[in-house]
């Protein structure tokens, strides 16, 4: 039982190119978020889904794009990285309480 | 005005010492509420949720006043080993806010 697994760990990217983290849990979970914490603002809600093929937005939710095609899986796309998007991304599933993923390390340069 | 707000410390308390936190959240329509802690550079962790009635775990106790939207976090006989961040953290409706963590340094 791995839990939440996020994929990458690290990544540089330039400005202007583009990405996906995926994000997977085992845990049958309906609910799944992901978060950018940045330093002094605390973790912020970019976009979350309540069940297989939804999204919604969160509190920043531009830049990044979602899907959740599999229950399992939330993707969060970054379509033109901007160096304002560098930041950890935490990602998370739940049915009551959160469980969080390792995180994504991005720099963009 | 932020969702959730808490005292960033940092606080520096001796081995055994009994330390609180506090928290305060804006929304009176918020439902269900959260300590988490969070250690360097690794994810958040949930330490424990909180209830209306107020609720123990061993060493930690967590309050909530809804009428004055106040959350605390009570960690008696600190251990080196609770030396984190302690995030409070506030559901409404399917999202959740998170403060931006208070820092806790247990010294020997």
């Known amino acids: 039982n791995a839990g939440v697994t996020q994929t990458p760990k690290f990544r540089v990217l330039k400005t202007g190119q583009s990405m996906t983290l995926l994000c997977a849990q085992d845990m049958n979970h309906e609910y799944m978020y992901w978060y950018r914490q940045d330093p002094g603002m605390g973790l912020r809600l970019i976009h979350y889904s309540v069940g297989e093929g939804t999204t919604a937005k969160g509190e920043v939710p531009d830049g990044y794009n979602v899907s959740r095609l599999k229950k399992q899986n939330f993707l969060l796309g970054l379509e033109s990285a901007a160096p304002s998007q560098t930041s950890v991304y935490f990602c998370?599933?739940?049915?009551?309480?959160?469980?969080f993923g390792p995180g994504t390390r991005l720099t963009v340069t | 005005r932020k969702e959730v707000e808490q005292d960033p410390g940092p606080f520096n308390v001796p081995e055994g010492a009994t330390v609180a936190f506090n928290c305060t959240y804006s929304?009176?329509?918020?439902?269900?509420f959260f300590w988490y802690r969070q250690d360097c550079r690794k994810e958040p962790k949930l330490l424990m949720s909180v209830y209306s009635s107020g609720n123990e775990d061993g060493r930690f106790t967590a309050q909530l006043n809804r009428a004055s939207q106040y959350i605390s976090l009570l960690i008696r006989d600190s251990k080196l080993s609770d030396s984190a961040t302690y995030l409070c953290?506030?559901?409404?409706?399917?999202?959740?806010?998170f403060g931006t963590g208070t820092s806790l340094t247990v010294i020997p």
């Open positions: 998370a599933s739940r049915n009551y309480e959160q469980y």
């Open positions: 953290v506030v559901k409404v409706g399917n999202q959740f806010y």
């Open positions: 929304n009176s329509a918020s439902q269900s």
